[in-house]
Every structure is written in structure tokens, then in C-alpha cells.
């Protein structure tokens, strides 16, 4: 079937503007990632969806950024008064039943541009 | 909580000659150990992992990876880089079910002819 989605695939904003971000995951899977990749940081964790569970918010850098889930499928992260340093590639993936070992399976990302 | 540190934020090979990726991981429990690869205007695509059992793993195009307790290491190496195993590679570390994939911050392999 279909892989894990992202829209869009290119964002650019002005700073101060709120961008929302899509990510359509492969069906079936409950586990749901959001990752931020920038140059020299590698992939840092934003936040993590398993099934009906609390989300794991630890990653998200600030109160500006929220991610919710609804439905148990799709995810939305929302990027409130963006800042120039939010400027990366926003990475989705997902994962199937959560044995710890289950492999991700990543989106093509949308890449985010705040000017 | 768990964390991986890649040694190297880029390293360049000779085509034929053997590739290391070097990977170090905190973790308070035996972990679960990924490597993942993004080629060039690709997303990720897991190499292979490691759960439970036989300590050397072997993954996709020739790559291999051994896992360490005493070290705390799950180094990945290949005998004989090719051109087409440039790309930007990651460490991942997971604790058990129910946690966060914790990535390092990636180690792109040049590769030369």
C-alpha cells in the first residue's frame, strides 16, 4: 500500500506566521513520530503518538510548536509565530505494532522555510 | 533516558576499501540499536537492527553491525565501500516499547573513486 505522506512538500512563511503540517501515516500503524532534520543536528525528536496512549511531548522545543493526532491516523504539527531558527526539513514516520524493534517507515518530509 | 553519539560527522573512503561508521548509546536497559540510511534526496530507510540474540546483525547492500555491551557500541562496517554507499547514515537507540526512536546526529560517508 501507500507509504507515509507529507504536505506539503515545500513551506515557505514569513516569520511571526503559524504553518500547519500533514502527515498521513501508512494505515494501520499506531505509533506516529515527528522528527526536525537541520543541517549538523541530525534527526531531533519532536514528539511521539502510540495508539490511545498520552503522547511523549518531550521533544518539542517550545510552546509554539503542538502536534495532534486525530482519529488515531492522521497527524497535524502546528508551528505557531514561526522563527527563522524553525527553518528544517519536518520528518513523519510510522511504525507498526509497537514491539520496541518495529522499524519506521519515514515520509519524504515537508521542507519548512521561514524568511 | 537513552541518547547515541556518532563519532564523526563525516567520513571519507576509497572505493574497495573497508567502511566504519562508529556508534556509541546510553541506556539504563538492553536497548533495541538501528541504523538507518538516507540517500541523497531520499528519506530513511532502515540497514538493519538489533533486538535480542546474535550480537553481529547484518543489513541491506553488504553492511553489518556488532553489538557491543561492554562498550556500549554497535559500530557499522562493510568490507568494501562502493560509490553508491555515499549517503548520510544514523544511529537510533530505543529503550523498549512505548518510547521514543532517539536518532544521532548522522554521519555522511563519502565515498571516492
Known amino acids: 500500500g501507500a507509504g507515509v505522506s507529507q504536505s506539503p512538500s515545500n513551506k515557505v512563511t514569513e516569520k511571526g506566521k503559524d504553518v500547519e503540517l500533514r502527515c498521513d501515516p501508512i494505515s494501520g500503524h499506531t505509533a506516529l513520530y515527528w522528527y526536525r532534520q537541520s543541517l549538523g543536528q541530525g534527526l531531533e525528536f519532536l514528539i511521539y503518538?502510540?495508539?490511545?496512549?498520552?503522547?511523549?511531548k518531550s521533544g518539542l522545543p517550545s510552546d509554539r510548536f503542538s502536534a495532534e493526532r486525530t482519529g488515531g491516523s492522521v497527524s497535524t504539527l502546528t508551528i505557531q509565530r514561526t522563527q527563522q531558527e524553525d527553518s528544517a526539513v519536518y520528518l513523519c514516520?510510522?511504525?507498526?505494532?509497537?514491539?520496541?524493534?518495529?522499524?519506521?517507515?519515514f515520509g519524504n518530509g515537508t521542507r519548512l522555510t521561514v524568511t | 533516558a537513552q541518547s547515541v553519539t556518532q563519532l564523526g560527522s563525516h567520513v571519507s573512503v576509497s572505493e574497495g576499501a573497508l567502511v566504519l561508521l562508529r556508534c556509541n548509546y546510553s541506556s539504563s536497559v538492553p536497548p533495541y540499536l538501528f541504523w538507518y540510511v538516507q540517500y541523497p534526496n531520499q528519506g530513511l530507510q532502515l540497514l538493519l537492527k538489533?533486538?535480542?540474540?546474535?550480537?553481529l546483525v547484518k543489513g541491506i547492500n553488504g553492511f553489518e553491525a556488532e553489538f557491543k555491551k561492554s562498550e556500549t557500541s554497535f559500530h557499522l562496517t562493510k568490507p568494501s565501500a562502493h560509490m553508491s554507499d555515499a549517503a548520510e547514515y544514523f544511529c537510533?537507540?530505543?529503550?523498549?516499547?512505548?518510547?521514543?526512536?532517539?536518532f544521532g546526529k548522522g554521519t555522511t560517508l563519502s565515498v571516492s573513486s
Open positions: 537510533a537507540v530505543r529503550d523498549q516499547a512505548g518510547t521514543a526512536l532517539i
Open positions: 514516520a510510522s511504525s507498526g505494532r509497537d514491539r520496541g524493534y518495529s522499524p519506521l517507515h
Open positions: 503518538f502510540q495508539g490511545n496512549s498520552a503522547p511523549d
Open positions: 538489533y533486538t535480542t540474540g546474535a550480537t
